[in-house]
């Protein structure tokens, strides 16, 4: 193995790091080009099939499915798939999820490679983060950068209805139109992201892979769609007084400032106003805390809701419906 060295002959530390750095994005970039596709997906108008957009996805399982943006896919049904090795293959639109900004697709193909699902929950500010897409056409494009922040959030919406995407991942590592439904990868090639948004110069979005997206992926996988609980409140952070913060065990709770009229909350006696602090025993104190909540095992289920009501606690009971599509 060769050693960087200076002008009197030392090794020089700091070629050694560049190295070292150079090592890890060429791993990670080997280990994930063939994992990662360029994508032209089509609709059709008529008997006409027409060009309906363009992005990334990653295959996920060997038989065929990839996973990538639902704004990718938002406008067909159908399209092809062009590989690192020059392979091409007809795909389906499986299922979108605008609500989180991912689908799944599948291409009838041999020979795959599925990358390796890491979780972003363990990404650091700082860490090193790559890249791996096809932005503005250019198929196997490679950049790399670190996590610039955690925890940012991306507003999605679907007809009506809008969601807050949590835990979001920011970037400097260059991202641009067609790095949409690429890998995020850590400095071991797994994928920690899915390229979503170009949120301006410098700036780029993933959805975090964590233990709620692996759970609208395998709905997706499984089912074509995502079902959610649905109560019909919004509300925002509020700190409970130090004697509520006692008896709830924690901070803060959701105030409510809306019930939708007719809605299982207001079946169940919500108010706006009410502090909700814990829903069948799971602290709650944010709407995202909420959010994670309602998901599909929470339809039709009476659930328990503690509030803080004028100062006191009530127990409430919803039954959440699903959320309409």
Known sequence: ??????????EDPDAAALDAYSTIVVDVAERLGPSVASL???????DQRRPAGAGSAV????D???LTSAHVVAGGSAGEAAFADGSEAELEVVGRDPLSDLAAVRVRSTGLHPATLGDAGTLRVGQLVVAVGNPLGYGGTVT???????GRALVTHSGSVSRVVENVIQTDAALNPGNSGGALADSRGRVVGIATAVAGVGLGLAVPIDAVTQRIVAALLREGRVRRAYL????GRRPLAPRQAR????SGGMEIVEVVEGSPAAHAGLRRGDIVV?????AVETAGDLQRLMHSDAIGRPLSLRVFRDGSAHDLTAVPIELPG
Do not use: I, K, Q
Not at 232 to 235: H, K, L, M, R
Not at 278 to 282: F, H, M, R
């Open 40 to 46: 032209r997906v089509s609709g059709r108008r008529g």
């Open 144 to 150: 790399a950068g670190v996590v610039s922040g955690l």
């Open 1 to 10: 193995m060769s050693v960087a060295l200076s002008a009197d002959g030392a």
């Open 278 to 282: 814990a829903v069948d025993g799971d």
């Open 247 to 250: 008896w709830a065990g924690h």
């Open 232 to 235: 019909g409140v919004a509300g």
């Open 64 to 66: 065929g499915f990839m």
């Open 59 to 62: 295959v996920v399982t060997p």
